[in-house]
């Protein structure tokens, strides 16, 4: 699965792409964090754009046990088991046509009596074809020269759930399924007919085509079959991307958004020729998310075909400039891609070398590695993380892991703060016998003393000035490493400093405290503050910083 090309902003859920910035096309440093910490340049923003999100996921067990639930593979599973202890297949490895009909009433796609439909045969051919492929069944010869199929070594535990089997018999499937959907349901029309010519029927009284003509339409064919698995590889990341960020419930995407994401490139409106591009996208994509559903792999309400009732001979715009009230918004396709949607792509993406998480991979360990884990990685979700790792702990315990683990003047050590804090916030007032342990340590005394005053506390003793200034600086250096210069929120915090009227005596107090970032907070205050004296100020006071250094 290749890296996706991040092209814009837009909407999830119910919201047009106008209105809404889907949260997979946030910047990435506010989603990820903290790129002038891990030494990324302009030239490194390239490469970190294909960091993938880390997601949630239930347990393998669970996982089976939906992969299961999908009809289609339980079919595939049912007819191995039918096949028992053998059955005659023809020279394909196809069921006989004696055998299609008692197949399609075993799986409940006939009636027990009567006739049975040719789609429901059908059906039954392709859920045979899929225990061929997926080796629930195996093929086979005897001694007399008949064909045969026997059940395979991976249907008994598969039919007892292992976790294990049942997955990478559902991953299986799913590959095939999303390779078929891209040969079926993506080639151009134009291109279809050339490949129908390629089977040797010429038109009576035509002479055949040349070698160079073949040639010329098989290399159409396979550019087109590569521009749609590409198109599907993008839209099953974006889907991906949409799922890790959205709130419960909140995962459902318009296929218009999807495929605005797709197309418009970020930052700008979509122009008429765009939205005739999107249109195109939608209706490319409209059959492959169909095929990927019956796997599971996602829910799909596909657009609705009346919309393509041909009115003057034109093609239906299926996006426009107008916003669609929310039930008229999904006849024009939603999505929203499932838990075993999730693994699906995840595993994928792992194949393909990627780094794709898991929400709880950095809490496994103490406070100490979780704090300098989170730090360090440009890719991941910090409060997922330290959701996860409070989970169940005894809050005054883990408050005082914690702050232990916070202190330190090294060049994660504002993040690690700001983080600490954060995770007191999880635990609630229960850590608050912790916290006031450390009202008076230099380093953590200053945090300390907010955050019991915003959890309610009304005996907290206001920290002395060389604290509070420490503190002001430690908190401002936290948001430049968290953030990587994210300047609309640097200019607020900036707004926000206690200077008092008197720039010049705050600024002089503060280039003298000893923060191994006190100088790079004050050319950033210098760079950004909108008064030009207090910035000039700012400027020289990180000028006598560096100079003390």
């Not at 992969?67 to 088991?81: D, I, K, Q, T, W």
């Not at 085509?209 to 974006?238: I, K, P």
């Not at 995407?253 to 999107?278: F, H, K, M, R, T």
Request: charged content about 30%; aromatic content about 4%; hydrophobic content about 45%.
């Amino acid at each position: 699965m290749a890296g996706r090309r991040r092209k814009n902003t837009g909407a999830s859920g119910g919201e047009s792409a106008a209105e809404a910035v889907l949260p997979a096309d946030l910047e990435l440093q506010d989603l990820y964090g903290a790129f002038a910490a891990h030494g990324l340049d302009d030239e490194d923003l390239d490469d970190a754009a294909v960091l993938v999100p880390p997601v949630k996921l239930p347990a393998e067990r669970e996982l089976a046990e939906q992969a299961r639930a999908v009809p289609m593979l339980g079919y595939a599973l049912a007819l191995a088991r039918w096949a028992a202890p053998h059955r005659a297949v023809d020279e394909f490895g196809d069921l006989v046509e004696a055998d299609r009909a008692p197949a399609a009433r075993l799986l409940g796609l006939a009636p027990a009596e009567g006739e049975v439909p040719e789609e429901a045969e059908v059906e039954a051919l392709r859920a045979w074809s899929l225990a061929c492929d997926l080796d629930l069944v195996e093929l086979g010869t005897t001694a007399e020269g008949e064909h045969v199929a026997v059940p395979g070594p991976d249907l008994e535990p598969a039919e007892e759930g292992d976790p294990e089997t049942v997955l990478e018999l559902w991953l299986t499937a799913a590959g095939i399924v999303r390779e078929l959907a891209v040969e079926a349901d993506s080639l151009p029309e134009e291109a279809g007919e050339e490949a129908g010519e390629e089977t040797g029927e010429e038109p009576e009284g035509e002479p055949a085509g040349d070698g160079e003509e073949d040639e010329d339409a098989l290399s159409e064919l396979e550019e087109a079959r590569d521009e749609a698995a590409e198109l599907l590889d993008e839209a099953l990341q974006v889907l991906y991307e949409t799922t890790a960020f959205a709130e419960p419930g909140n995962e459902t995407v318009p296929l218009g958004v999807l495929a605005a994401l797709l197309v418009v490139p970020e930052g700008e409106e979509p122009s008429e020729e765009l939205l005739g591009d999107i249109t195109d996208v939608m209706v490319a994509l409209d059959p492959m998310l169909g095929d990927l559903a019956e796997l599971g792999l996602l829910e799909y309400r596909p657009i609705d075909p009346e919309l393509f009732d041909e009115e003057d001979g034109e093609e239906p715009a299926l996006v426009g400039e107008e916003p669609l009230d929310e039930e008229e918004s999904a006849r024009f396709g939603m999505v929203r891609l499932t838990p075993l949607g999730q693994y699906g792509i995840r595993q994928w993406l792992l194949e393909d070398g990627y780094d794709a998480p898991l929400v709880g991979d950095l809490a496994q360990g103490d406070a100490a590695e979780l704090l300098h884990a989170v730090c360090e990685s440009a890719n991941v979700l910090p409060e997922e993380e330290l959701r996860v790792w409070v989970a169940g702990r005894e809050p005054v315990a883990a408050a005082r892991e914690l702050l232990a683990a916070a202190r330190g003047v090294d060049g994660y050590g504002p993040l690690r703060r700001m983080l600490c804090v954060s995770a007191l916030n999880l635990l609630g007032a229960g850590a608050e016998p912790a916290v006031r342990e450390v009202m008076e340590d230099p380093e953590l005394g200053g945090a300390a003393r907010a955050w019991l005053t915003a959890q309610g506390a009304t005996d907290v003793p206001v920290p002395d000035r060389a604290m509070a200034l420490w503190t002001v600086v430690d908190t401002f250096a936290a948001q430049l490493l968290d953030n990587g210069g994210d300047a609309e929120l640097l200019r607020e915090l900036i707004a926000d400093l206690p200077v008092n009227g008197d720039p010049a005596g705050w600024f002089g107090e503060l280039w003298r405290v000893d923060h191994p970032y006190t100088a790079d907070v004050l050319e950033a205050i210098g760079e950004l503050h909108p008064d030009r004296a207090l910035a000039k100020e700012a400027r020289k006071a990180a000028f006598k910083a560096r100079s003390k250094n």
